[in-house]
């Protein structure tokens, strides 16, 4: 990674500013509904849809409370539902590196549908594939 956007990268972990910069908690809501609304449209995230709850609703809300805290900002996930920690919570469904993928294109693309910085955007989808990588519990 170029020195620039190691630099970029450190600003955008500094206090609150990836909360911010995803709009809050309305623009992690949209990002979150969006997400949800591509994995119903993608192909390639059929399998993964079908692993969820016909009512998308409850995974929509969730996401988003989570992702809140995710990003440095308020942990909306725990003060409405307790404590969470992602492996575990996953630990039910077969994650391996298909689901993985899966997931992190559905994320890309509802990341490319915000009006966020395109750095921003990369950024947060190499954050992303981390905790994504814990989810999986298979190869
Ligand atoms: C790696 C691929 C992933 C897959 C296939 C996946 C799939 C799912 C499914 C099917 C559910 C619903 C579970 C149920 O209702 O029984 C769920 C819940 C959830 N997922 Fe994921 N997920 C993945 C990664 C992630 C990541 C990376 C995050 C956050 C950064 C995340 C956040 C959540 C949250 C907050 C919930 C709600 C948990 C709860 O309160 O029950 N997921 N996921």
Not at 20 to 47: C, H, Q, W
Not at 60 to 77: I, S
């Amino acid at each position: 990674m170029s020195d620039n956007l190691e630099n970029l990268h450190a600003q955008y972990r500094e206090g609150d500013t990836q909360f911010r910069m995803a709009g809050g908690i309305e623009g992690i809501t949209k990002l979150a509904n969006d997400f949800y609304d591509v994995m119903e449209s993608l192909p390639e995230a059929r399998k993964i849809l079908f692993m969820h709850p016909t009512d998308l609703t409850m995974s929509r809300e969730k996401l988003a409370v989570f992702l809140c805290g995710y990003l440095d900002g308020p942990d909306r996930y725990a003060e409405k539902y307790g404590p969470m920690q992602l492996a575990p919570a996953h630990a039910h469904l077969a994650i391996g590196t298909a689901e993985k993928e899966a997931w992190l294109l559905c994320m890309e693309k509802a990341l490319a549908l915000q009006d966020y910085p395109r750095e921003f955007q990369e950024f947060l989808l190499k954050r992303l594939s981390v905790p994504a990588d814990r989810c999986r519990n298979r190869p």
